[in-house]
């Protein structure tokens, strides 16, 4: 089990304190001081099940200022998301080879409590 996790982030710190309450030690992945690459995103939006975009934090400034008037394709929006990892939702849990967007906190819990 692994975490995507953002200290600075109330919704990431959030999601780890359920996750320790539950008795769980995740393996925690500070994703900003270590970048995931083009290859990890990949593999992690097949876990999510979702399309690039819905991985993106869109309303955050970088974004707004760099992307939102362009017309990216999933390429483009996975080399932005590996060059610029603020722009990646968090927190996101990674367990038995599924994932979850913990925004709303209850998608991480859903995630435990589904059998893959």
Known sequence: MKLLHNPRCSKSREALAA???KGLQP????YLAHPLDEAAIRVLLTQLS???L???RTKEALWQEQFA???L???AIIAALAKHPKLIERPILIHQNR???GRPLE???TLLDTPA
């Open 54 to 56: 819905a991985l993106v």
């Open 50 to 52: 979702i399309a690039p």
């Open 73 to 75: 394709d999933d390429d």
């Open 27 to 30: 393996e925690i992945i500070n």
């Open 69 to 71: 008037e362009s017309s």
């Open 107 to 109: 998608n991480i819990l």
């Open 99 to 101: 994932a979850a967007i």
């Open 19 to 21: 996750l320790t309450a």
